[in-house]
């Protein structure tokens, strides 16, 4: 990896010109190469760990939900459907939020 180089700039070779009748964009890099770029940069891991303890905060709410809502009171068709119903409420409220 410490001999490539991101462009023929960096080794003082004059750019390339992009070919004018070409379509579409160039072969895309393959998967290992951008796991490998993603791999060194810190943001990615703090995104990644982010999503990974919301995942884990908002299955287990799903989990519990049904059990909570039948000890405060609500019969056991009634606390599922609730509990079924709450991924739906979330989606619909974060759709309406406004955007930053």
């Known amino acids: 990896m ?10 003082g070779l004059p750019k390339v010109a992009a070919n004018p009748h070409r379509v579409v964009e160039a072969e895309a ?3 290992l190469v951008i796991l ?3 791999s ?5 891991w703090l ?5 990974v303890c919301c995942t884990t ?11 909570l809502l ?4 609500a019969s056991d068709a009634a606390a599922a ?10 989606s619909c409220f974060c759709s309406l939020s406004p955007s930053r």
């Open 2 to 11: 410490a001999l490539l180089r991101p462009s023929p700039q960096s080794m």
């Open 29 to 31: 890099p393959s998967t």
């Open 36 to 38: 490998r770029q993603l």
């Open 40 to 44: 060194g940069s810190a943001e990615f």
């Open 47 to 51: 995104v990644l760990g982010l999503s």
């Open 57 to 67: 905060a908002r299955e287990a709410f799903n989990t519990n939900s049904a059990a």
């Open 70 to 73: 039948a000890d405060q009171g």
């Open 81 to 90: 459907a609730l509990s079924a119903a709450f991924p739906l409420m979330v």
